[in-house]
């Protein structure tokens, strides 16, 4: 499977911009690129997913370098209740990858 | 919005005892999955199963079985608990095997 490389940790402050960066280096061209958020005690929640274009949805943005070595997703504005740990994932949907595979990913803390 | 509903949030049990871990979802999704989440390991697919009655195995699956009678439902069985089997379970369910996982809140086990 494809690596992502993600920061341990990330703080930002309430109702400001964050922007959460992944790295895929090893990305193949089938490979989609899914963001999920775990809350505390919680299970993980979908957030976003693309293959090469930018993507908007109700909770975040996904935002895609040209040659797909990297994403970043952007929450517009943090809430309190957007703390949790981000994972940033890869998966070949064209080969039919049943499990998802999580990394440690990033710690985020929002500051009122 | 899909709901996917575990029979417990916690959850303490005796070395050797059988235990059933439940998990219903409610869009009529094909696909369910159990895994497990251990704090540096990330997350492991024990079993999922694309259909009533069909079952298939992760990549931990010593120590358990499941059982799909009903669509809607997917069991975990441990038949007969060990402390290393002390976890955070997690259900997810999907439309069809390459389509976005939701989970369930989670069971948190202890084995003592």
């Known amino acids: 499977d494809a690596k992502t490389t993600q920061p341990n940790s990330m703080e930002s402050n309430e109702e400001e911009p964050v922007h959460l960066p992944c790295n895929h280096s090893?990305?193949?061209?089938?490979?989609?690129i899914h963001w999920y958020r775990q809350l505390p005690s919680q299970g993980p929640e979908y957030v976003i997913h693309?293959?090469?274009s930018n993507v908007n949805n109700r909770m975040a943005s996904l935002a895609i370098a040209e040659d797909r070595k990297s994403s970043t997703l952007i929450l517009h504005r943090a809430t309190l209740r957007d703390a949790a740990v981000y994972y940033c994932i890869l998966r070949d949907l064209v080969q039919g990858a049943q499990k998802l595979v999580f990394g440690q990913g990033t710690r985020l803390t929002i500051n009122p | 919005d899909v709901k996917v509903t575990q029979s417990s949030r916690y959850l303490v049990k005796r070395t050797g005892e059988k235990v059933f871990l439940e998990c219903v979802q409610d869009?009529?999704?094909?696909?369910m999955f159990w895994y497990r989440q251990d704090p540096g390991l990330g997350l492991r697919l024990i079993y999922f199963?694309?259909?009533?009655?069909?079952?298939e195995k992760g990549d931990i699956p010593e120590g358990y079985s499941v059982s799909r009678e009903k669509k809607e439902r997917f069991s975990l069985i441990l038949e007969s608990a060990s402390t290393n089997q002390t976890s955070m379970y997690l259900c997810?369910?999907?439309?069809?095997?390459?389509?976005?996982?939701?989970f369930g809140p989670g069971t948190r086990l202890l084995v003592l």
């Open positions: 090893t990305i193949s061209g089938t490979d989609y």
């Open positions: 693309g293959l090469t």
């Open positions: 997810a369910s999907s439309l069809g095997v390459k389509e976005t996982q939701y």
């Open positions: 869009m009529d999704h094909e696909n």
């Open positions: 199963s694309y259909d009533v009655k069909m079952k």
